[in-house]
């Protein structure tokens, strides 16, 4: 703590105070004085008192009180305390002079004041400091004349060891007081030092940083005074002006820029006036130049960047080029070189319009599928070079003539005309797809080449060139999602089923918006017939498809993903009818919902399903969770952490469609589940199938090893349900009981059943 105060932090102190080493070695003085000199004012005090000099008490005593008031006020203000130090050396001084006789002990005081002039300069600046310096002249006179200067004998006292005190005190002023302070004073000049020469460092860093900024800055710069002289110029500039960097030459920039030669370039796109804006000058050599911009700098220096307009003169040339230019990257691909979208619908215009009937004309789309392996692997830069080469490769294998086109980012177009049969056409891309590289080197390194094909063939009468382009995009969709990536050709059916598809991907976002979901509820009967639970099942009636079957729109929900949409809506439905039915009965079912394979791998579907729990205030004992076999297998480490996770907060979880997946028995064994639903393939054929039933025998064994109860699904008859409640089957659903129930209905059968449920509860 002490150290702290006597060697302040710099970044403490404002701007308006003194310097931080000021007053830490303002502080040493004062308080390396204090301490160092107590002894002596305790020593003399007591021999005063002793001999009943009590005036040098009272001296002694003023003087520790001017030393304690200058070390209080270090803390305020540095002037202040360093003028109550050169006043309290004074008055040591002044009373060593008056109350001691001794010429010789009165001599050693006045060294003291020699040392004022060296504090005043360091606290409170040079002129007190010259002042002081002829003001201890005067002491210096008294003390060479040797004379009592004051002449005050009433106040001189005869103390025994005044000697060696006022000895003691010279020797710890001058030897330790003041040296600490000197010393204080030139560590902060070493570290200023230090930090100089740092500064310096930096500053020549900086230069040169700067001067290469300068020298490479991609354009003519020169740095001129206000009259035009040059100051500095880059190598760029002096070789667009011809001059050399080193060496005699002339200094004046306009003496390198010939004034008769200059020349008036008009604006041509300034719409409003005639006015010439902008000069060029000829160098000596015979450039043109022009100044294309002037900056004035903070130190009144001006910086003036030149570029070379030589070929200003053969500007109409250079226009023709580019609009020859500009119109063919309006029709072709910047990157391949190859025709665009827009010239391919041209030339299909062309080519219905020509259309005899006799001949089959195709149009054939690659989709390059290793693009995203080169991007992720070696950059974007790589995917370009994949794709130029691709382009190339594309154009080598293709007959003389073909018209090949960019249709778009990784799909290349090309058109087949004069053919036979379409059988003939596909053996031709088929052909083409074999001459194609295998790998192409990118990097130095050696990239697969996946591409794969859709055809489109043109009908007799089709006059629309947009129409053929989409059913060519469409097929090569098709292709893409097959396992081979094989060649597709296109086929109405499957535009029918992608076109339905793509309607209800649209018709889910609208069908939630407009509440055009709904839930039905599927009973779950225990042996004595009576309500142990339901099934939420979704229903969709839309406005412009009609009812949508549930194994049409989900697996169109998790292709696009929308599943989690959904999976959102039916939580939060169920958990809003579960209060209800607490509400109004008093009592709710155990009601299951199902989780789709890609909801197990959602990262917020444990808080998910917690937060709707606590926004209805329900309990987790009144949901069930189920999950298809295929699900848990396919997201097999995420699933067993939710699964834990969602049991252990007290939700039922349930295999849905047991027996259908691929699942070993030692994954099973590994899932936390509280129930296994037999599939209804199973159980529709009990009473047919003796396989089936044996299948259905080993669930149920199978199921009570696992502590599981079990559920059947789909029973439609006597026979079933007396097969499974003799293989000891715990609960059924099925049309055999119940149909799925819409609120109203599911209302009265909770309301003929609440007594079980109570007494279950």
Not at 47 to 65: E, M, R
Not at 434 to 452: D, T
Not at 534 to 542: I, K, P, Q, T
Not at 649 to 676: C, E, M, N, Q
Request: net charge negative.
């Amino acid at each position: 703590m002490m150290f702290r105060w006597l060697f302040p932090n710099e970044n403490a102190l404002t701007p308006a105070e003194n310097a931080a080493w000021k007053l830490s070695a303002l502080r040493i003085i004062l308080v390396s004085g204090f301490l160092f000199e107590i002894w002596i004012a305790v020593h003399i005090s007591a021999s005063a008192f002793a001999s009943g000099n009590y005036k040098v008490i009272w001296a002694v005593g003023l003087l520790y009180v001017i030393k304690s008031v200058a070390i209080y006020y270090s803390t305020r203000s540095v002037r202040a305390s360093a003028g109550l130090l050169i006043l309290n050396i004074y008055g040591v001084t002044l009373a060593v002079a008056t109350l001691i006789p001794d010429h010789q002990i009165t001599a050693l005081g006045y060294i003291l004041v020699y040392a004022a002039p060296l504090i005043a300069r360091l606290f409170l600046g040079l002129r007190l400091a010259l002042w002081l310096m002829f003001l201890n002249i005067f002491p210096f006179l008294f003390l060479i004349s040797r004379t009592n200067q004051y002449g005050w004998h009433d106040l001189q006292v005869s103390l025994p060891s005044v000697q060696t005190d006022v000895h003691a005190l010279i020797f710890l002023f001058f030897n330790f007081c003041l040296p600490l302070a000197v010393f204080r004073v030139l560590h902060e000049l070493d570290s200023t030092l230090t930090q100089f020469t740092r500064t310096s460092k930096a500053l020549k860093l900086s230069h040169a940083q700067y001067q290469e900024i300068f020298e490479n800055a991609g354009t003519a710069l020169i740095l001129t005074d206000a009259a035009g002289q040059i100051l500095q110029a880059n190598n760029q500039a002096n070789t667009l002006l011809g001059r050399h960097s080193h060496g005699e030459q002339s200094r004046d920039l306009f003496s390198w820029l010939l004034m008769e030669n200059s020349v008036r370039l008009q604006d041509k796109y300034d719409q409003e006036t005639d006015e010439l804006r902008l000069s060029a000058y000829q160098t000596r050599d015979g450039k043109m130049v022009v100044m294309n911009n002037i900056s004035q700098t903070s130190t009144g220096e001006f910086i003036v960047a030149l570029s070379d307009v030589s070929s200003f003169y053969a500007m109409h040339n250079a226009l023709q080029l580019s609009i020859e230019r500009e119109d063919y990257l309006s029709s072709h691909d910047l990157l391949t070189n190859l025709p665009n979208r827009d010239m391919l619908r041209q030339h299909l215009t062309s080519v219905l319009a020509n259309q005899d009937g006799t001949h089959v004309t195709a149009l054939v789309s690659f989709r390059l599928n290793s693009i995203r392996h080169a991007n992720q692997q070696f950059g974007a830069p790589a995917g370009d070079t994949l794709l130029r080469r691709f382009a190339d490769e594309l154009g080598n294998v293709l007959p003389e003539n073909s018209f090949c086109t960019r249709l778009r980012s990784i799909v290349f177009s090309f058109v087949l005309e004069r053919f036979q049969t379409p059988g003939e056409v596909v053996l031709f891309v088929e052909n083409i797809r074999e001459k194609m590289p295998k790998e192409i080197e990118i990097n130095g390194e050696m990239l697969q080449v996946q591409f794969s094909a859709g055809i489109a063939l043109l009908r007799n009468g089709e006059s629309e060139p947009d129409d053929l382009i989409r059913r060519s995009e469409m097929a090569l969709d098709a292709a893409r999602k097959s396992s081979d990536q094989s060649t597709s050709l296109f086929d109405d059916a499957e535009a029918q089923e992608i076109r339905r598809n793509i309607e209800i991907e649209v018709g889910i976002i609208s069908g939630l918006k407009h509440h055009e979901f709904h839930l039905m509820y599927q009973p779950k009967i225990c042996h004595q017939g009576k309500l142990a639970g339901v099934e939420a099942l979704l229903r969709w009636d839309s406005a412009s498809l009609g009812r949508v079957s549930p194994a049409e729109f989900i697996p169109v929900a998790e292709r696009s993903g929308l599943i989690h949409h959904i999976s959102d809506f039916v939580l939060d439905a169920v958990c809003a009818q579960i209060r209800v039915w607490l509400d109004t009965h008093g009592e709710s079912p155990v009601v299951a919902l199902n989780l789709s394979v890609i909801d197990l791998a959602r990262t917020d579907l444990i808080e998910l399903i917690e937060e709707r729990c606590q926004h209805y205030r329900i309990e987790t004992c009144y949901l069930e969770l189920e999950i298809t076999e295929t699900g848990l297998i396919a997201n097999e480490a995420i699933s067993i952490q939710h699964l834990n996770a969602l049991k252990k907060r007290g939700f039922s979880i349930a295999i849905d469609d047991f027996g259908t997946g691929y699942s070993s028995l030692s994954k099973l064994s590994h899932f936390p589940a509280h129930t296994v639903k037999i599939d209804r393939s199973f159980v529709a054929q009990i009473g047919y199938n003796a396989k089936s039933e044996m299948i259905i025998k080993a669930i149920i064994s199978l199921a009570e090893i696992l502590s599981c109860k079990t559920v059947a699904e789909g029973v439609e008859n006597e026979d079933q349900e007396s097969f499974l409640k003799q293989v000891g089957c715990d609960f059924f659903q099925g049309y055999y009981f119940y149909h799925p129930l819409n609120r109203r209905d599911m209302g009265d059968l909770l309301l003929s059943n609440l007594p079980l449920l109570k007494q279950a509860s």
